[in-house]
């Protein structure tokens, strides 16, 4: 039997608690999780783990999420990785599609379980 290759998901939030619930829902659908509470730690595990896919908090307490998307854009290595924006800012009407440049998509806190994987599963079909 074929071993089945996870995807690989890099969650970024500073509140560990809903860095616990994000990890645990993605693990229990098979995912491959890493994870950190801090903004300036993606760029090593990004580089390092090759995520296909990065769940990023807008508000981070070292930098912010932005911040941390537009370094990764502008690093060959990871500038093609997809970002989903997780803020608690906006609200559910203004979900979805949030790119200038590259793969970006903007989900609002707290958000459900069907909705994270519903829109991961569509970023990494796209």
Do not use: W
Request: hydrophobic content about 40%; overall charge negative.
């Amino acid at each position: 039997m074929a071993e089945v290759i996870k995807k690989k998901v890099l969650i970024v939030d500073d509140e560990e608690a809903t860095l616990s619930y994000l990890c645990h829902i993605l693990e229990r659908e098979n995912y491959k999780v890493f994870s950190t509470t801090k903004g300036k730690e993606v760029f090593d595990l990004a580089a390092n783990n090759r995520p296909d896919i990065i769940v990023l908090d807008i508000i981070l307490p070292d930098i912010d999420g932005g911040e941390v998307a537009s370094l990764l854009s502008k690093n060959a290595a990871t500038s093609n990785i997809p970002i989903i924006f997780l803020t608690g800012i906006l609200t559910k009407s203004e979900e979805g599609f949030a790119g200038k440049t590259g793969k970006r998509y903007v989900l609002a806190k707290p958000v459900t379980k069907e909705k994270l994987l519903e829109m991961i599963q569509k970023v990494l079909s796209e």
